[in-house]
């Protein structure tokens, strides 16, 4: 079953051009990060599956019903946490889970919600006086209501502390193992990669890459920065190294050189370093980080 | 019943704010006064209050419903209410009913008080009339709000819904009744139309909610003779007007409110 399918979506704002035909399939019980810079249309693919927005061309639906023409459908099965959302400032926080609850006609209790969201002991309070975290948890806490088959969360992490942040994710797991699907946005790689199943990366209004976060890592060649130790100043080595195919970067700090290289040309420089008779006598290696592809997928874009 | 739900949220809306107070202070105080200077064998309360109703409610009406879209669509308020299993079309008619209960209540409020205070000074008022006036008060201001929330669907900002509103307001009070004269003057090559005064001019009076309000007044409480035969000049016309504010406006605010993005 897919949750979530849009097909060849476009989206144009007069002669702005924020969807550039998405092709998207997000299959039930997966959780899916939904990535990009500010500005890549994260928010827009969300507001077309909400229908707060009408697509130019192409379809979204979600769970087979059409995202335009089958909202309330669509709207009895989802949690969603949207951005740019506003909250009365007069009503309190019970008042906002009651409507959440009355209109899903689900039986929750309030109480119990804020608790799952770490907000409790303000059910009576007015949510004028709340900052954005807890507007944000309160909010997720009305996302929650009636036990959705789909969340989509347009970037649920802003404004939460780490606390907030962490039980964010854990919610989402929760929610993943009762068998949901979540769908969310971010522009922070760090967020997604600890509870996604799979990611997109949009970048521009077009998917660049839709993967595992270990197919992500793969296809960037898991290029490694090793910076390597010697007993004595390298001196004629380095230019043999720069020779080796695929490493780059070549630095050096005394005794000390830094490169970057894919993993199998490791050796091939550690060797060439200790061609001349030098020993090794401390190594580091980073992996590249999901930041580093995540930037060279989006970087030139922007 | 999904549009029910909107309606509770729209309908309490005052209430949890708080200004439901200051309305309500405002309609008893206003129609209590109404209420005591009414003379002993003078006219009759209902009377005294149809003029209170025809100027005063169709400002609260608009006041209490322009903002109800457009704004939380600004503000992004209806972002919120949207992710629910509500359609907007469902959206629009549970705020026009909310805001329409809130209303009704504030106009009853005021007549009790007028009824109230009237008695206490001149003895019991007339019922039967009071009653009518009543029953068509609440019809006018239902239907001005049906007219804000129309125009608050239709538009994208409060600023609009706000110059749109109280230019129909204005327009009620003192312009309708001068757009015949222009219209004929343009027709007239923009000289000074000669001759007897058209139907239509007569006709297009009677459009105006607060005339129709008044004429169905005359029609049924006050029996006093009516200006002309004619079917324009009937209470059911004037009633018939009243509902048509109710419901066209409201029905091109949906169609727009429909169709748009956000």
Redesign the interface.
């Known amino acids: 079953m897919t949750a979530i399918e849009l097909d060849s979506l476009r989206k144009r704002f007069g002669d702005v051009v924020a969807l550039r035909g998405l092709d998207l399939a997000v299959e039930s019980g997966e959780v899916f990060g939904f990535l990009g810079p500010n500005g890549a249309g994260k928010s827009t693919t969300i ?1 077309v599956l ?5 697509p130019t061309a192409g379809n979204a639906s979600v769970f087979g019903l059409d995202a335009q023409t089958e ?3 669509i ?2 099965r ?1 949690g ?1 946490l ?7 400032g ?2 309190t926080a019970r ?2 889970l009651e ?2 609850v ?3 006609g689900a039986d929750d209790d309030p109480a119990a919600l804020l608790d799952r969201v770490g907000l409790d002991g303000v059910l009576d309070r007015r949510v004028g006086g709340f900052s954005k975290g807890m507007a944000q948890r309160l ?1 997720l806490a ?2 929650l209501v009636g036990d959705p088959d789909l969340l989509i969360l347009d970037e649920p992490s802003t404004g939460l502390d780490p606390n907030g942040a962490r039980r964010m994710r854990e919610i989402v797991r929760t929610e993943a193992d009762r068998g949901a699907t979540v769908f969310f946005s971010s522009h922070i790689l760090g967020q997604v990669e600890a509870v996604c199943d799979r990611v997109g990366i949009l970048a521009d209004g077009e998917l660049v890459a839709v993967d595992t976060i270990d197919g992500l890592q793969d296809a960037v060649g898991s290029e490694a920065t090793m910076t390597v130790t010697l007993d004595r100043s390298p001196d004629g080595a380095l230019d043999a190294v720069g020779d080796l195919d695929g490493v780059s970067n070549v630095a050096a700090d005394g005794a000390t050189v830094s490169l970057s290289c894919p993993d199998r040309r490791k050796m091939d420089a550690l060797d060439a370093l200790r061609a001349d008779g030098a020993t090794v006598l401390d190594i580091e290696t980073s992996d590249a980080s999901l930041d580093d592809l995540f930037a060279a997928y989006t970087g030139g874009r922007e | 019943m999904s549009w029910t739900v909107v309606a509770e949220r729209n309908a309490l809306d005052p209430y949890r704010s708080r200004s439901l107070w200051v309305y309500l202070a405002v309609f008893v105080v206003l129609f209590g006064l109404a209420g005591y200077v009414v003379a002993p064998g003078g006219q009759p309360l209902a009377a005294a209050l149809v003029g209170i109703v025809a100027f005063f409610v169709p400002l609260v009406s608009l006041v209490v419903g322009y903002q109800s879209v457009a704004q939380s669509r600004q503000n992004g308020g209806l972002r919120v209410v949207l992710s629910y299993p509500h359609t907007r079309r469902e959206v629009v008619v549970g705020t026009a009913v909310g805001r329409a209960i809130v209303m009704a209540g504030l106009v009853t409020a005021g007549f009790l008080a007028a009824a109230l205070v009237a008695a206490l000074r001149t003895g019991v008022p007339e019922l039967g009339s009071l009653a009518v006036v009543w029953a068509l008060g609440v019809l006018l201001a239902v239907s001005i709000v049906g007219l804000a929330v129309g125009i608050s669907a239709a538009v994208r900002t409060t600023n609009r819904a706000a110059v749109l509103g109280f230019g129909t307001y204005l327009l009620f009070l003192g312009l309708w009744s001068q757009l015949p004269g222009i219209v004929r003057y343009v027709l007239n090559g923009f000289s000074p139309p000669r001759g007897p005064i058209p139907e239509w001019v007569a006709v297009f009076g009677q459009l105006n909610p607060t005339n129709a309000f008044q004429t169905a007044v005359r029609g049924l409480v006050s029996g006093g003779p009516a200006p002309t035969e004619a079917f324009y000049a009937t209470a059911w016309f004037g009633v018939l007007v009243l509902v048509a504010w109710l419901c066209l406006p409201l029905v091109v605010g949906i169609l727009r409110f429909d169709r748009s993005d956000l």
């Open positions: 507001d909400l229908d707060f927005l009408r909202t309330k459908r709207r009895r989802i969603v949207p951005d740019g959302y506003h909250l009365d007069h009503l008042h906002h409507f959440a009355d209109s899903k909010l009305m996302a």
